[in-house]
């Protein structure tokens, strides 16, 4: 593996370069700078070197999207100590695991993580710290309790005059050195602990910069809507807008389509960066109730005025968006075809990424110029990619992928990562794609979610929920197996059919006629036996995956 530069001297040049710009705003809350940031990274490192935290030690962060949840981190990672994030929607037994799996000595926690917490369920903890205030709310050091208790005192006798940029020096990281443990969101019910080392956060990072960071106006606003546990968002959305010099603002609480739309009109980001749902909802909220109406229609069959409509359709979507945006993109899990058409319709500037944890998280990525319908771009830079398949136009294979990207392993777990890395260091990601000529690849879903039909074909039921979620009072649906029958679970619009004044019998009847729809235009070996009604959502993994592993034996 090729040597790279320092990842954490980027954290340091950018903290240095924009020392008085804004750096973090919780929404609606305080603004941090950087060098307010960098302060708080001083007096956190003050306080790991007098309780007695050495490099390599591992220390945890639970809770929601904050400045000081990025701070937090920042200041782990330029300690040189191993970094580990836990998403805040995990249960109390989950986080235990993950806290002693990982070995953490110290945890921060949020305002509603914490209220949950048992301490006696982590032994091993040296203390816990709550993140809206850092303040200590549990301790087995005592030198850990002198160190917060004196921790302004401290910080007061290393910089008794004034602290500046001259005083930024940050562990100095080699690129095989382990940065993070990131702990998978557990879509097969099994969560296992992605090793990421320097070389692939840097990696990562360096081409976002280049091929995202550089067509950003310079020092912009960004909103942050993803979790930054998950790779995804504190790749694309925290670090690359951080070490950019921009200013990023952090929701703080649950990111609802309308709290998100609010927040695009008011600070108007220059990119945005999100999952297919939120984008989803946004557009079937609020723009397709606007354009699906008689004279629009009509308006769209007319040769003359088309291309004007389309213009002016386009500039209404900007504007729900801020109206301030460089493009969309869109990634964590399978976007809508009906979506997909809808933007590149109107020529609205949207991209499709691909990447997975043990990446950190970039595989594929194109800009929305070279955007190619139903794609997920080609190979980033740092990394090579191909599908497992004599012929991968026309035949499906498995992605594989090696580069700088790729994690160290599986911690504590030799048998999982063997299964995944092969000797030529070939990430084997699970999932079944199609790739043109010009390297654009054409994800069809998970290899374990594969079908296959009466007469052996494969079916990949993705594909199947992609049309059926288009058809009428479907909200979101799975495909699931029983015998050699495909049954089609869905959870229907219950919003819209209360409002219609649907009973239960009604909703069945429209399924039963989008039963009918969908079948004719499926081949034999993919047609829906039935569907059965869900009356709740279906439970989903923090990056809105269906959790497809609880409904699979549900019928």
């Known amino acids: 593996m090729e ?15 924009n020392w008085d710009r804004d750096a973090l705003t919780d929404y609606k809350g305080v603004t941090l700078q950087y060098h307010d940031v960098a302060r708080k990274i001083e007096k956190l490192h003050i306080m790991f070197d007098y309780s007695g935290i050495k490099s390599g030690d591992k220390i945890a962060i639970c809770g929601r999207n904050s400045s000081l949840w990025a701070c937090a981190f920042l200041a782990t990672v330029t300690y040189g100590a ?61 030198r850990l309790t002198v160190a917060r208790e004196h921790l302004n005192e401290l910080y007061g006798q290393k910089y008794p005059k004034y602290f500046r940029q001259e005083h930024v020096h940050y562990y100095h990281d080699e690129g095989e050195e382990l940065a993070m443990i990131n702990y998978t969101s557990g879509t097969t019910g099994f969560s296992k602990g992605v090793m990421l080392p320097f070389r692939s956060l840097w990696s990562n990072l360096d081409f976002l910069t280049q091929d995202i960071g550089s067509k950003l106006k310079k020092h912009c606003d960004v909103l942050s809507i993803l979790p930054m546990a998950h790779m995804y968002g504190l790749s694309c959305e925290f670090l690359l807008q951080f ?26 980001p220059n990119i945005i960066v999100s999952v297919p749902l939120i984008i989803e909802k946004i557009i079937r909220t609020n723009v397709f109730p606007l354009i699906n109406n008689y004279r629009v229609r009509m308006l769209m069959k007319m040769p003359g005025v088309k291309k004007i409509v389309r213009e002016r359709i386009c500039q209404k979507v900007m504007e729900f968006m801020g109206g301030n945006i460089y493009e969309v993109v869109i990634g964590g899990a399978s976007f809508s075809k009906e979506i997909e058409e809808f933007f590149t319709s109107i020529n609205f500037p949207i991209t499709v990424g691909y990447g997975t944890t043990e990446t950190g998280p970039m595989i594929t990525y194109s800009d929305y110029r070279d955007f190619v319908p139903g794609s997920c771009g080609t190979a980033v830079k740092h990394m090579e990619v191909r599908i497992l398949s004599k012929d991968p136009e026309n035949e499906a294979g498995e992605i594989v992928t090696r580069g700088l990207n790729v994690m160290q392993g599986y911690y504590k777990n030799a ?43 494969n079916v990949y039921p993705e594909e199947i929920e992609d049309r059926l979620n288009s058809m009428t009072m479907v909200s979101e649906s799975i495909i699931v197996q029983k015998g050699d029958k495909l049954v089609g679970l869905i959870h229907p619009d219950l919003l819209q059919a209360q409002s219609l004044g649907f009973t239960e019998e009604d909703l069945r009847s429209v399924m039963e006629q989008n039963r009918k729809e969908l079948n004719a235009k499926l081949p034999p070996f993919c047609k829906i036996s039935e569907f059965r009604l869900q009356d709740k959502e279906f439970e989903k993994t923090p990056k809105k995956s269906i959790k497809r592993y609880l409904y699979q034996n549900s019928i």
């Open 243 to 268: 070490c950019c010099g921009n200013h990023l603002y952090f929701l703080t609480r649950v990111p609802s389509p309308t709290i998100i739309q609010e927040a695009f009109m008011d600070i108007r």
């Open 82 to 142: 191993v970094v580990v994030p836990i998403q805040h929607e995990f249960t109390p037994e989950q986080i235990y695991n993950i806290v002693n799996h990982s070995e953490s000595k110290l945890l921060f926690v949020g305002d509603v993580v914490s209220t949950a917490l048992d301490t006696e369920m982590m032994p091993n903890l040296d203390g816990i710290f709550y993140l809206p205030d850092f303040s200590l709310v549990a301790s087995r050091s005592e």
């Open 415 to 457: 048998k999982a990562t063997n299964e995944v890395i092969d000797k030529d260091g070939w990430f084997h990601t699970g999932d079944l794609a199609k790739m043109s000529k010009d390297g654009h690849v054409f994800i069809l879903g998970r290899i374990k979610n594969m079908l296959l039909g009466a007469n052996g074909q």
């Open 3 to 17: 040597k790279v530069p320092s990842f954490n001297a980027l954290i340091e040049s950018a903290i240095i370069s």
